[in-house]
Antibody
Framework: QVQLVESGGGVVQPGRSLRLSCAAS????????MHWVRQAPGKGLEWVGG????????YYADSVKGRFTISRDNSKNTLYFQMNSLRAEDTAVYYC?????????????WGQGTMVTVSS | QSVLTQPPSASGTPGQRVTISCSGS????????VNWFQQLPGTAPKLLIY???LRPSGVPDRFSGSKSGTSASLAISGLQSEDEADYYC???????????FGGGTKLTVL
C-alpha cells in the first residue's frame, strides 16, 4: 500500500527538541523528493523544508533555518525532521509529503500528520 | 501573510460553477507552474491540480485549473456538497528557493 506514516509528535517545552519520523511504503522512496509541510491550528499550509535525491540537496524555510534539520535514510525508507530550539509558534500539525518527480511543489502523497505542541 | 494571495472565502449552490483566484509575482507564479490542493475538514491535503491544468488520476473533470501571467485560477463546475473544503494554491518561488502556498480559500456549498 502506497502510504506515508508520521510519528514522533507530542507536547514539548519551549527550547527543547523533538524528532519526527515519516515511514514510506509502497513506492521507490529513494527516487522522490520528500518534504515537511506544517499547519498551525486554524491556519493555512506552510512548507518548512525538503530533501531531494542527493542528501546535500536540502532547503528550509527561513522560519526554521538553523533550528530544524531534515534527513533521510533510504535503506529504511524513512524521512526525519530534527526540531531543536522549539518555539510556541512551531505548534502545528506536521505533514510529510512526497513530491512528484516531474513537477516541483506538486505534493501527490501526504501522511496523516503528527501534532507538535510547544508549551510550558 | 502568504506570498500567494487567495480570497479567504467563496461560496456557491449545488450545480453552480465557482472560481478561486490565486495571485503572485514574477518570482513565483510568473515563472513556474501552479498546483492546487483540496483539504477536507480534519484530513490531510490532497493534490487536485498540478502543472497549472493537469488532474491526477481519480480527480473528477469538474475541477480545472488555469494560469495567466502572475495569476492562476481553480474552477469547480457542477458544485457538490462534498466539495466543501479549503483550497490552496502553491508554486515554486525562485527568490525564496522553495515552494510557497496561498493562504487558502474556504469553499462553502450553500
Amino acid at each position: 500500500q502506497v502510504q506515508l506514516v508520521e510519528s514522533g509528535g507530542g507536547v514539548v517545552q519551549p527550547g527543547r527538541s523533538l524528532r519526527l519520523s515519516c515511514a514510506a511504503s509502497g513506492f521507490p522512496f529513494s527516487g522522490y523528493g520528500m518534504h515537511w509541510v506544517r499547519q498551525a491550528p486554524g491556519k493555512g499550509l506552510e512548507w518548512v523544508g525538503g530533501v531531494w535525491d542527493a542528501e546535500n540537496d536540502i532547503y528550509y524555510a527561513d522560519s526554521v533555518k538553523g533550528r530544524f534539520t531534515i534527513s533521510r535514510d533510504n535503506s529504511k525508507n524513512t524521512l526525519y525532521f530534527q526540531m531543536n530550539s522549539l518555539r510556541a509558534e512551531d505548534t502545528a500539525v506536521y505533514y510529510c509529503a512526497r513530491e512528484r518527480y516531474d513537477v516541483p511543489g506538486a505534493f501527490d502523497l501526504w501522511g496523516q500528520g503528527t501534532m507538535v505542541t510547544v508549551s510550558s | 501573510q502568504s506570498v500567494l494571495t487567495q480570497p479567504p472565502s467563496a461560496s456557491g449552490t449545488p450545480g453552480q460553477r465557482v472560481t478561486i483566484s490565486c495571485s503572485g509575482s514574477s518570482s513565483n507564479i510568473g515563472g513556474n507552474t501552479v498546483n492546487w490542493f483540496q483539504q477536507l475538514p480534519g484530513t490531510a491535503p490532497k493534490l487536485l491540480i498540478y502543472s497549472n491544468d493537469l488532474r491526477p488520476s481519480g480527480v473528477p473533470d469538474r475541477f480545472s485549473g488555469s494560469k495567466s501571467g502572475t495569476s492562476a485560477s481553480l474552477a469547480i463546475s457542477g458544485l457538490q456538497s462534498e466539495d466543501e473544503a479549503d483550497y490552496y494554491c502553491a508554486t515554486w518561488d525562485d527568490s525564496l528557493n522553495g515552494p510557497v502556498f496561498g493562504g487558502g480559500t474556504k469553499l462553502t456549498v450553500l
